[in-house]
């Protein structure tokens, strides 16, 4: 199994910025999609970023244009920066592969983004 350790998150203004960081036990180079989701109260877990080893990078159109997806292979870490936070952005974040694969990659404890009007 690779563990997924997600940091960064915390309580900022709305119109904040935060970068959260996703740091994996093992490689992911063998992981061609990496995501990032995040589980409101109350909601299902969604997905709201992804990118290719290659690369490729797609968004869900409620944070389009203000978060960015990145990736280092050679740190086993994946990257969100997230700006122009709202208030809606509050929840948990986390990493995982996509789509996940929880008996390779279960599911890490998250990071909490609180974003305060």
């Known amino acids: 199994q690779v563990q997924l350790v997600e940091s960064g998150g915390g309580l900022v203004q709305a119109g904040g910025s935060l970068r959260l960081s996703c740091a994996a036990s093992?490689?992911?180079?063998?992981?061609?999609?990496m995501g990032w989701y995040r589980q409101a109260p109350g909601k299902q877990r969604e997905l709201v970023a992804r990118?290719?080893?290659?690369?490729?990078?797609n968004y869900d159109d409620s944070v389009k244009g203000r978060f960015t997806i990145s990736r280092d292979n050679a740190k086993n870490t994946v990257y969100l920066q997230m700006n122009s936070l709202k208030p809606e952005d509050t929840a948990v974040y986390y990493c995982?592969?996509?789509?996940?694969?929880?008996?390779?990659?279960?599911w890490g404890q998250g990071t909490q983004v609180t974003v305060s009007s």
């Open positions: 990118i290719t080893n290659g690369g490729s990078t």
């Open positions: 995982n592969r996509v789509p996940p694969k929880i008996t390779i990659t279960p």
């Open positions: 093992g490689s992911i180079f063998s992981i061609n999609t």
